[in-house]
């Protein structure tokens, strides 16, 4: 059966909030700049599909996400 102890819950290690805030930090970061750049490729595809850019979709792109980092 299962035993019942009394006391604090939590006896392991102490928290490392820095770490944490560090962690989230990077994981949203990544979520929008990773979001961005999908978003980017993709309106240059559609521009590529629909109209005759040719290779100046591959310039389209790039504009794109230059002006993405600039605004993030």
């Not at 850019?53 to 310039?59: E, I, K, M, N, R």
């Amino acid at each position: 059966m299962a035993e019942h102890k009394s006391g604090p819950v939590e006896v392991g290690a102490a928290m490392d909030y820095a770490e944490h805030d560090k962690s989230y930090s990077m994981f949203i970061n990544g979520a929008k700049y990773g979001s961005m750049i999908i978003v980017c490729l993709l309106i240059a595809m559609a521009a590529g599909f629909f109209t005759t850019v040719g290779w100046y979709g591959l310039l389209l792109f790039i504009v794109l996400c230059v002006a993405g980092f600039v605004i993030l």
